[in-house]
Structure formats: C-alpha cells, structure tokens
C-alpha cells in the first residue's frame, strides 16, 4: 500500500527551462509535505516543505505546490541547473512517522 | 561540523550473523531515525526514536531492533540478518520530528550492507 506516488521514475530538462515533478498522496492526516534531493553516494537532503494548511512555498528558485483536493504534490524547479541533476522524494510527516515516495530522477542537460 | 555519522559503510555478511551499525549525530537532536533504501520502493522508515529511552516502529521493523541509551547514538541491529535485509541504510536526525512544525531532518552518508 504506498501512500505516496511519484509516477516518473526519470525526467530530463534542458538547462534554464522549468523542472516539475510530481507526488500524489491517499492519506489526508499529513502535517508536512517535503522534498528531499539525493545525489549518488551521500544521504538525503531537505529542500522544502510545506504545511498542509498552505497550498504554496517558496525559496528561491524552489517552489512547492500543494493541491489538498486532488491530493497532489509538486515541486517547481525555475531555472533548471545542471547541478540540480539527482534523485528527488517527495514525503509526508504526522507525529514523528514519515513517508517517502519511491523517487524521481531529474537530469537537467547544458 | 555539524553531521550524521555511520559505521561502516560498507559490510558484507552472511545469514544469521548478528551486526550492527551504528549512528551518531553531533548536534543534539531529540529525533532520530532509521531507513532502508531499496529499488523502486524509495526510502522507507524502520525505527525511530523522539527522544532518549523512546523509539517505536516505521513501516517496516520486522528483523530489526534499536535501542537508545544516548542522546547522540542509535544503532540498528539485526540479531539474525536475511539475504531480504540486503540494502542500503541512513539513519537521519532532526531537532524535532514531525509533528506542528517541521524540522528538516540530517542524514548519514549510508551503510550499504549486504546479506550473503
């Protein structure tokens, strides 16, 4: 039963152009929604998150997109860097247990 | 340097034999946590633990224990390790786990273990 999704194992995009990956969620009784970006051979790392009451977050050329209704998530990469090439997991928390989806690989090509 | 430490990383074993891997993070974090990584299932959570002498189970506990004594240190177990627990483990801290506000959470740079 995963109750998290990221239906695109890879996605490629051009240098300078927008990067969008995408989550979907079944549970509503989530108090965060994140995104964390691996890169090979280190652990993972925060990029952003937001509340469940919010339904936008930005940071700098990061901007995370909660849809409640249709249970979607999205993460918005404007503009895309070469260095931005890696795997990303979109996630849940509630009370200290989280849920990570299976991952997206982003290859951003210069 | 604040940081999330393994050890090792990088083991190879056979069935049965008991191991651990250890965890320590030098930045006083209450929250603590184990997960494995494994092909087209993403990062799933086995144990963690809010603070010390308090830790219950993620998604996927079964073959596994934990314990913490210390604030900083929390080693995963495995009493009889299977060639399924073959995988590759980060343990990660946070100031606070989730909850009414969020902290991010620090990983490990990952234990890739194999279970011959």
């Known amino acids: 039963d995963q109750q998290v999704k990221q239906n695109s194992p890879s996605l490629s995009v051009q240098e300078g152009r927008i990067s969008i990956l995408n989550c979907d969620y079944t549970?509503?009784?989530?108090?965060?929604f994140l995104w964390y970006k691996k890169y090979p051979a280190e652990g993972p790392t925060f990029l952003i998150s937001?509340?469940?009451?919010?339904d936008k977050n930005e940071d700098g050329r990061f901007t995370v997109f909660l849809n409640k209704s249709a249970k979607h998530l999205s993460l918005h990469i404007v503009p895309s860097q070469p260095g931005d090439s890696a795997v990303y997991f979109c996630?849940?928390?509630?009370?200290?247990?989280?849920?990570f989806g299976t991952g997206t690989r982003l290859k951003v090509l210069a | 340097e604040a940081q999330v430490t393994q050890n090792p990383r990088y083991l190879i074993t056979v069935t049965g034999k008991k191991l651990t891997v250890t965890c320590s993070q030098n930045?006083?974090?209450?929250?603590m946590s184990w997960y494995r990584q494994d092909p087209g299932l993403g990062l799933r959570q086995i144990y963690y633990?809010?603070?010390?002498?308090?830790?219950d189970k993620g998604d996927v506990p079964e073959g596994y224990k934990v314990s913490r004594k210390e604030k900083r240190n929390f080693p995963l177990i495995l009493e009889s390790p299977s060639p399924n627990q073959t995988s590759l483990y980060f343990c990660?801290?946070?100031?606070?786990?989730?909850?009414?506000?969020?902290?991010?959470?620090?990983f490990g740079p990952g234990t890739r273990l194999t279970v011959l």
């Open positions: 990660a801290s946070s100031s606070r786990g989730g909850g009414s506000s969020y902290n991010e959470q620090f």
């Open positions: 549970n509503s009784m989530f108090d965060y």
């Open positions: 937001i509340s469940s009451i919010k």
């Open positions: 996630a849940t928390t509630r009370t200290y247990k989280y849920i």
């Open positions: 930045m006083n974090h209450e929250y």
């Open positions: 633990s809010m603070n010390v002498e308090v830790t």
